[in-house]
């Protein structure tokens, strides 16, 4: 599926790297799965690009627009977890 990730044209190459591998840790826990851990460490990158919760619900959105992955859902069941489980969301 061809489609974009949103982001922002202020945010420096390192920035955009990060919410891109973010996004596509939403991708992988929705296709074969991603660890707890390596999901956790994307998601503390991307809020360190996009610290405010209204901003971050704009980029879900957009995403989820885009590819059809629901980015909350997943992030919920990552903080819901504990220890090194495997995340996957079937549709």
């Known amino acids: 599926m061809e489609y974009s990730y949103p982001f922002s044209i202020d945010w ?3 920035e955009i790297v990060d919410v891109v591998e973010f996004f596509e840790a939403i991708e992988k826990a929705y296709e074969k799965g991603v660890e707890r ?7 503390r990158k991307f809020k360190k690009v996009v ?7 704009t980029y879900f959105r957009e995403f989820e ?6 980015s909350f859902t997943v992030v919920k069941k990552m903080k819901e977890a504990s220890g090194d489980e495997l995340i996957r969301i079937k549709r």
Not at 51 to 57: D, V
Not at 65 to 70: D, K, R
């Open 37 to 43: 851990q390596e999901l956790m460490d994307k998601y």
């Open 65 to 70: 627009e885009e590819s059809g992955y629901v």
């Open 12 to 14: 420096t190459t390192d």
């Open 51 to 57: 610290p405010s919760m209204a901003e971050e619900k």
